[in-house]
T-cell receptor
Framework: AQTVTQSQPEMSVQEAETVTLSCTYD???????LFWYKQPPSRQMILVIR??????QNATENRFSVNFQKAAKSFSLKISDSQLGDAAMYFC??????????FGKGTRLHILP | ETGVTQSPTHLIKTRGQQVTLRCSSQ?????VSWYQQALGQGPQFIFQ???????GRGNFPPRFSGLQFPNYSSELNVNALELDDSALYLC?????????????FGSGTQLSVL
């Protein structure tokens, strides 16, 4: 069975600094998708970034980038120039095709002014 | 805003009661899935509906059931509520068949079972 592990329950970063959230996963599949979702106090899951496993190039979306290490089954999220609006729960997630999404337990990110 | 709306936003029930949660999918989407998010946990997959039929189910008992309507809106029904059913219930819609299928989540229904 596939699993997603986030080992950092909480993290803090100074505004304008860079922070990296860690995620590891386990799967026997070779074709799948990985995601980082943000869940602010409004509770809505917002897609931050998405990575297709067959692509070697790391995905980037403005200040957000990932370090995807397929062999190590590692998928970390880097947030550059952290802003107060980045404060939220961040979930790493795995999905194979049109199947269910498997989420990690989340990392709560605090931004210090 | 994703265009996925859920109602009600909050709900309080007592143990043993039944509850119905509703989700209106984003326009043009044909698939809806439901997730349960307990406090301090990540969301867990309950089931998915595609073209009005259940198309995948997580590790939830039969008292969790659902419906998808021709307009692709959906309901989640939970019978014989238990205290552990207290959670945030999230609905997500998508268009299955697109190569770049993306899920869009609603803001959830917070269910408290007393």
């Amino acid at each position: 069975a596939q699993t997603v592990t986030q080992s950092q329950p909480e993290m803090s970063v100074q505004e304008a600094e860079t922070v990296t959230l860690s995620c590891t996963y386990d799967t026997s599949e070779s074709d799948y998708y990985l995601f980082w979702y943000k869940q602010p106090p409004s509770r809505q899951m917002i897609l931050v970034i998405r990575q297709e496993a067959y692509k070697q190039q790391n995905a980037t979306e403005n200040r957000f980038s990932v370090n995807f290490q397929k062999a190590a089954k590692s998928f970390s999220l880097k947030i550059s120039d952290s802003q107060l609006g980045d404060a939220a729960m961040y979930f790493c997630a795995y999905r194979r095709g049109g199947d269910k999404i498997i989420f990690g337990k989340g990392t709560r990110l605090h931004i210090l002014p | 805003e994703t265009g996925v709306t859920q109602s009600p936003t909050h709900l309080i029930k007592t143990r043993g009661q039944q509850v119905t949660l509703r989700c209106s999918s984003q326009s043009g989407h044909n698939t809806v899935s439901w997730y349960q998010q307990a406090l301090g946990q990540g969301p867990q997959f309950i089931f998915q509906y595609y073209r009005e039929e259940e198309n995948g189910r997580g590790n939830f008992p039969p008292r969790f059931s659902g419906l998808q309507f021709p307009n692709y809106s959906s309901e989640l029904n939970v019978n014989a509520l238990e205290l552990d059913d207290s959670a945030l219930y999230l609905c997500a819609s998508s268009f299955m068949g697109r190569t770049n299928e993306k899920l869009f989540f609603g803001s959830g229904t917070q269910l408290s079972v007393l």
